[in-house]
């Protein structure tokens, strides 16, 4: 496909996001065994591919990367939400007190707010100090890989490692130290989905990947047996039959799917994904991913069942989702570029450029 038929942005990706997060909302409502964590790592994977997609991009077009921007990008995408979840368990929590709540649930701001940084360390020593809060570990995850990669890749580049073929070994060897830690009983470092995701454009231009994924029996052969291996594990049909981990086989497959959108634009089997409920939940997936949580377990604590959890979720959450993406984190992603033009000062960390010892191509815009 020539550079005048690349989108800038690929919406199958906005699909298997509204997929992922149903699949959090669905066994945090229904309780379907292991599927919400495994939800959690499809969202790893696409983070891991559009932020890496981004960084790649701005360091090899520009020689360096605002480190400021960055962060002020994924403050203005993440903040606003998360504060208005906080906002929302206040408000639950001093109107019905002691009768919504156990005896070891907090309102204390300080704590409330290392969540977004902290969550993840504290479910790893078992602590709970916000327990309606507690799947922001995800959101903590993000946020220590968010501080820490651009700074990597500009030094890794510093030291004159530049080129696709060894930033990909390097993290490869990272994945499998994580592993190898997470075999020993390691439970803090979950980043290997992450990795798993940024890989995709250090490798989505090698011959032999475009070669493989432009066949056309690809989308037969290759992504549709992904997909079903997806989804056989995400509804946990597949692990009695095998003793895979499925946190890495669910990565590895939203792996596969990422390629097949990148190199297979307008395959008939992207409409899986490319479709107007998928990409609508897609939209609206980190506000539902953040509000339908509190709600869930408010309502369990409560002695509500499952289904009654599930139709609550759809009929509050939900439309919560759409008015907090509408009117909170829509408009202000707008102003914020609009504002972009007009800031004066900006920190930039320079460095080598990241070489690329294939092809260059298109970054895809991160959500």
Sequence with gaps: MNDTAKKSRITPIDGLRGFAVLVVFVYHTLGIQLSGDIGVDIFFTMSGFLISSQIFNEIKRTNTINIVKFYLNRIVRLIPAFLAVCVLYLAIYYCFGKYSYPANETADMTTMLSMIFMANIYLAQDLHPIPFLQHTWTLAVEWQFYIAWPIIL??????????????????????????????????????DG????????????????????????????????????????VFHYAQPYTTLPPKTVVSVMTMIAILYFTINYDSIYNNIFDNIPMRYFGKISYGLYLYHYPIAALMYSNGFDSKQLLVVGIIVAIPIADVSWRYLEEPLLKAWARSKSIMREQVIVPSDQITDDRHSSHTPVAH
């Design 154 to 191: 500009l030094t890794l580049a510093k030291c004159g490692i530049k080129t696709k073929s060894l930033l990909a070994v390097l993290i490869c060897a990272a994945i499998l130290t994580i592993w190898i830690l997470r075999m020993a009983g390691d439970r803090f470092l979950q980043f």
């Design 194 to 233: 992450i990795l798993l995701g940024s890989l995709i454009p250090l490798i989505k231009d090698y011959k032999f990947i475009v070669r493989l994924f432009k066949n056309r029996f690809s989308g037969l052969l290759i992504f549709c047996p992904a997909i079903l291996v997806m989804v056989a594990f």
